[in-house]
């Protein structure tokens, strides 16, 4: 069983930071797996641990038209 986790995000978009802020998820996330950020999908690119906490870098998922 999964237990909560915060986590602290830095979102990219075009390689700019866009966002950031904290999360609360069922686990913590592995790099190439998705999160919901503001009712988007985002892949998390990268997982540190810094200051005490998770840090996540999240990049938007691109749908493939």
Do not use: F, I, K, W
């Not at 990268?46 to 938007?60: M, S, T």
Request: glycine fraction near 12%; aromatic fraction near 4%.
């Amino acid at each position: 069983m999964n237990e909560q986790v915060t986590c602290v995000y830095r979102a990219y978009d075009d390689g700019a930071l866009v966002a950031t802020g904290r999360l609360m998820l069922e686990g913590l996330p592995s790099v190439g797996e998705e999160v919901r950020l503001n009712g988007r999908l985002h892949v998390v690119r990268a997982v540190e641990y810094g200051g005490g906490e998770h840090v996540l870098e999240l990049e938007p998922r691109h749908t493939q038209r």
